[in-house]
């Protein structure tokens, strides 16, 4: 959990100097944009008006109301979390492997979920209900299904062997 953290905190340090970079600040959009016109699709799958421009969703109802994905939303430090807690615990690398690509793709659909429900949210119900949701509720809930991903990679691939040797 120390080196867990300690990643987690080297992170928060890089971040604060990738921060003015016009690098960072594209990624961000690239990012952004992306989630946003997968968000937008699955919103007017379920029969939402809506479009992406950019990095947000606009309903199209009268209001014209607005959700920007912003970098906090992309689940970056949720995939580095989880990307360190796996190359630090043990196992073998080719498990390691697929493993890790598998897992940001989870992460990756865990998001895209959380930021359905978020414009779901934004729009259908109360601000209070807004903050609830986007600050706590999905946040609780992405973080607890990467810790799923974590223990369940413990359980099955971070075991060692032991052998034993019957009694002569």
């Known amino acids: 959990i120390i080196k867990i953290?300690?990643?987690?905190?080297?992170?928060?340090?890089l971040h604060h100097f990738l921060l003015p970079s016009s690098w960072w600040a594209r990624c961000v959009v690239f990012l952004g944009?992306?989630?946003?016109i997968i968000t937008n699709a699955i919103l007017?799958?379920?029969g939402e008006i809506t479009i992406s421009h950019g990095k947000s969703v606009t309903y199209l109802d009268g209001l014209q109301r607005t959700v920007r994905i912003e970098e906090h939303c992309l689940a970056i430090p949720a995939s580095i979390i989880f990307?360190?807690?796996?190359?630090?615990f043990s196992g073998k690398?080719?498990?390691?492997?697929?493993f890790i690509p598998l897992g940001i793709f989870f992460i990756f659909l865990i998001n895209l979920i959380r930021l359905v429900f978020v414009c779901f949210v934004?729009?259908?119900?109360?601000?209070f209900c807004y903050r609830i949701n986007h600050s706590l509720l999905y946040v609780i809930a992405t973080y607890t299904l990467i810790f799923l991903m974590i223990i369940w990679w413990m359980?099955?691939?971070?075991?060692?062997k032991t052998t034993t040797t019957p009694l002569t």
Do not use: D, Q, R, T
């Not at 990307?83 to 630090?88: D, K, P, T, V």
């Not at 690398?93 to 697929?98: G, L, Q």
């Open 83 to 88: 990307i360190s807690a796996i190359l630090f």
């Open 44 to 46: 007017n799958l379920f």
């Open 33 to 36: 944009s992306f989630y946003a």
């Open 5 to 13: 953290l300690s990643v987690y905190g080297i992170w928060k340090v």
């Open 122 to 127: 934004f729009e259908h119900y109360s601000a």
């Open 93 to 98: 690398w080719k498990n390691k492997a697929w």
């Open 155 to 160: 359980n099955n691939y971070s075991k060692s």
